[in-house]
């Protein structure tokens, strides 16, 4: 048995796609509509989603914070030393304190650099949909030219 040739479209006309021209321009005016519909309704979930992970990170950072002031309320105020040792230049306490405020302000830097990630992400994705939609459009055009043309002939 020999191996057959299919021929493999990759864009199928979809059900209830008409030939008539008039029709199908209407069909392509609807999809196009649907499409960018779809593109805002994405891109709107996409917000929701870093919205809500952004409201997460930021409670469990402030646990997280919260578990180390706990940690911190038990430790010593006063400074120690080491047998044969100076004495160190903070008490624990303060060095937690310390690292805290350093927790604190890395993450500020962080989730500013996440957003303008994600602003730089959604930037970029509006450039595409604009291209997009100018390409179709440039199309379109080009197309009503060249049936108009061979209509006139």
């Not at 999809?31 to 519909?37: G, I, R, S, Y």
């Not at 805290?100 to 500013?112: L, P, R, T």
């Amino acid at each position: 048995m020999g191996y057959k040739k299919m021929l493999k479209t990759y864009f199928p006309l979809l059900m209830g796609m008409s030939w008539d021209k008039a029709e199908s321009k209407e069909q392509w005016k609807d999809f196009k509509a649907n499409a960018e519909k779809m593109w805002d309704q994405f891109q709107d979930m996409q917000k929701q989603a870093k919205k809500a992970q952004k409201e997460q990170w930021a409670n469990f950072f402030a646990k997280y914070l919260e578990m180390q002031q706990t940690f911190a309320d038990t430790l010593p105020d006063e400074k120690f030393a080491l047998p044969g040792m100076p004495a160190a230049p903070v008490s624990p306490k303060e060095f937690v304190e310390k690292m805290k405020e350093f927790q604190e302000k890395a993450n500020n830097h962080a989730v500013e650099q996440d957003d303008s990630r994600f602003e730089y992400f959604m930037q970029g994705q509006e450039k595409v949909k604009e291209s997009v939609s100018d390409v179709v459009d440039n199309i379109e055009t080009k197309y009503d030219e060249v049936t108009e043309s061979k209509e006139e002939e």
